[in-house]
């Protein structure tokens, strides 16, 4: 683990501190007290002028260095400024003199956090729980760096005494939650979920990861319910995934149009993914729609000329249909691109023996059989002719 030490501020920052102050009129280092200076920053840190708020905290430290006050708003400007290692060094300094500041260690907690040293994080907020053991966020900061680190089981404690402290909170239900996801624990999950969303309504992630609960747990109804109450509060954020998840939903409910009804829409938005076409084939087929499905086929391998898989399955629907024409065109691709294909040799020998050539369909047909084409499969007068590649 990495470790990261409090940077002391230099001799020459120091100097650069008394010569500003030093250059300031003595009315404006003078004029307030500490308190009053600090007011004064925290007023400024409340409205987003952080810089502003530091000028401040620095003269309240000219007037006393030891202000604890001072140093731990000086941190926290630091700290919304995300400049960590000052922020770091003015709580350590806080915390000198005041070892009971619990927000110190969050703070200082949530930067370690932030750098991904989370054995340290886990320390300050150990810290923070010593001093008060019924501090739920101090729980909750501490269950996501166990969460980080894989410790699954120690972050749902974590998330369970916090729970315990603060039973209205809506973000510890939605951190369990999570947890309880990541877990496989599906019924716990959307539990929290749910009870995120009481607490929550506005929230759209919460909703989210509910439907991702209902989902793995093959709750398709509650999923379609779910996905349908997003679009509909919060149109802005479905997206792509979503209308797969609402495909796959209907699909496994045999809710075949309103699955095709799904797909359509995803390969409105990126027609160049040939996996949505696809998925919509699959349904067609389901539907009994053979020429819808075929028509998707073709749009994959308009987009992937050398994707065996959908050139074979064209080759098949074309045969279904008698098509011979086709059936030898697609045959002939497939060899072209696998040369040992049994499958496309004996759709060539067939056609050639439906077109009444049944000495051209014979050497075709014989190389079938010994590429491995189950003799089953094979019509009786091809069988017949392939008879030789058949091993004995």
């Given at each position: 683990m990495k470790h990261y030490f409090l940077r002391h501020l230099s001799h020459h920052l120091l100097?650069?501190?008394?010569l500003f102050v030093g250059a300031m009129p003595a009315s404006l280092a003078q004029s307030y007290t500490v308190r009053e200076n600090v007011e004064k920053g925290k007023a400024e840190m409340e409205k987003g002028f952080f810089e502003e708020a530091l000028s401040y905290f620095n003269r309240a430290l000219m007037i006393d260095s030891r202000s604890e006050e001072a140093l731990f708003e000086r941190g926290r400007a630091f700290w919304w400024m995300k400049k960590y290692d000052d922020a770091l060094y003015d709580?350590?300094?806080a915390l000198d003199i005041d070892p009971n500041r619990i927000d110190s260690y969050i703070l200082m907690g949530t930067i370690y956090y932030?750098?991904?040293?989370?054995?340290?994080?886990?320390?300050?907020?150990n810290k923070a729980l010593a001093l008060s053991p019924n501090y739920a966020l101090a729980y909750n900061y501490r269950a996501e760096c166990h969460k980080e680190m894989g410790l699954l089981n120690d972050a749902l404690d974590?998330?369970?005494q916090a729970i315990r402290f603060e039973p209205n909170m809506a973000v510890l239900y939605f951190g369990r939650g999570q947890c309880n996801l990541e877990l496989h624990n599906y019924e716990a999950a959307e539990s929290d979920f749910s009870q995120a969303m009481q607490l929550?309504?506005?929230?759209?992630?919460?909703?989210?990861e509910r439907i991702s609960a209902r989902f793995l747990k093959q709750d398709f109804v509650g999923t379609i319910e779910d996905l349908q109450g997003l679009k509909e509060s919060f149109p802005a954020l479905f997206e792509t995934f979503h209308y797969g998840l609402l495909a796959t939903s209907h699909g496994m409910l045999q809710n075949y149009p309103q699955a095709v009804e799904a797909v359509s829409v995803i390969i409105e938005k990126t027609p160049q993914e040939?996996?949505?076409?696809?998925?919509?084939?699959?349904?067609f087929k389901l539907m009994n729609q053979p020429d819808n499905a075929l028509q998707d086929y073709l749009s994959i391998v308009a987009l992937e000329p050398d994707n065996i898989m959908y050139l074979e399955a064209i080759g098949e629907m074309?045969?279904?249909?008698?098509?011979?024409?086709q059936t030898l065109v697609y045959a002939q691709k497939i060899v072209d691109l696998q040369p040992?294909?049994?499958?496309?040799?004996?759709w060539i020998g067939w056609v050639f023996l439906r077109q009444g050539n049944p000495k051209t369909a014979k050497p075709v047909l014989v190389k079938a059989a010994q590429l491995g084409y189950p003799k089953e499969k094979m019509e009786a007068s091809a069988q017949k002719l392939a008879k030789k590649g058949f091993s004995k």
């Open positions: 100097l650069a501190v008394l709580f350590q300094m932030e750098k991904k040293n989370y054995t340290d994080a886990i320390d300050k907020y974590d998330y369970n929550a309504p506005d929230q759209a992630h919460y909703l989210e040939a996996s949505y076409y696809a998925e919509r084939a699959s349904y074309y045969a279904a249909q008698e098509n011979l024409e040992e294909n049994a499958q496309a040799h004996y």
